[in-house]
T-cell receptor
């Protein structure tokens, strides 16, 4: 069975400093992994996705993530945080069999301080 | 990217009444739609998966008679919360996916519906 674990429920950074949101996954096959962002009372926006191509994935708004099979990790990073980055972030793994079903991590709240 | 529109964005209803939430794919044919529920400060939990023209598949613990899902066309799925109670108050989010072409590796999400039952 597939699962994801987001290692931090809350991350606080200062504006202009790097962001690191950690995610570990468990999968018995080569997974598809995603990072989504959710602003308060809004739907989800896809930041980036890994689907067995390049292990370093670049997304929108300066975010990127690196798929590390040996560490079963897919951490999300950004070199310099902006106030508008404050939101909830979800690491997501797809269920095998190309069903389109997704399993969400518990979420990480990113706080950006001025 | 593809657009999924969810309506209404928020609704307040009285306990015991039913509420219908619509999820539309605006510029692609959604062969599969998913309905999620999200409690405050929690993650999304998949409720059910629906394929166009067939019955929805519900996740364990989700009452299919309470949460009626219809996927009558390739662009529309509806979730009806029947005989709503305050504990049904939540944020409901749909997503849509197509198994055609280059879009089949991604699900596209609606903006969500905030349901409050009073």
């Amino acid at each position: 069975a597939q699962s994801v674990t987001q290692l931090d429920s809350h991350v606080s950074v200062s504006e202009g400093t790097p962001v690191l949101l950690r995610c570990n996954y468990s999968s018995s096959y080569s997974p598809s992994l995603f990072w989504y962002v959710q602003h308060p009372n809004k739907g989800l926006q896809l930041l980036l996705k890994y689907t067995s191509a390049a292990t370093l994935v670049k997304g929108i708004n300066g975010f990127e993530a690196e798929f590390k099979k040996s560490e079963t990790s897919f951490h999300l990073t950004k070199p310099s945080a902006h106030m508008s980055d404050a939101a909830e972030y979800f690491c997501v793994v797809s269920v095998s069999g190309n069903t389109g079903k997704l399993i969400f991590g518990q979420g990480t709240t990113l706080q950006v301080k001025p | 990217g593809a657009v999924v529109s969810q309506h209404p964005s928020w609704v307040i209803c009285k306990s015991g009444t039913s509420v219908k939430i619509e999820c539309r794919s605006l510029d692609f044919q959604a062969t599969t739609m998913f309905w999620y529920r999200q409690f405050p400060k929690q993650s999304l939990m998949l409720m059910a998966t629906s394929n166009e023209g067939s019955k929805a598949t519900y996740e364990q613990g989700v009452e299919k008679d309470k949460f009626l899902i219809n996927h009558a066309s390739l662009t529309l799925s509806t979730l009806t919360v029947t005989s709503a109670h305050p504990e049904d108050s939540s944020f409901y989010i749909c997503s849509a996916r197509t198994d055609r072409g280059r879009m089949n590796t991604e699900a596209f999400f609606g903006q969500g519906t905030r349901l409050t039952v009073v």
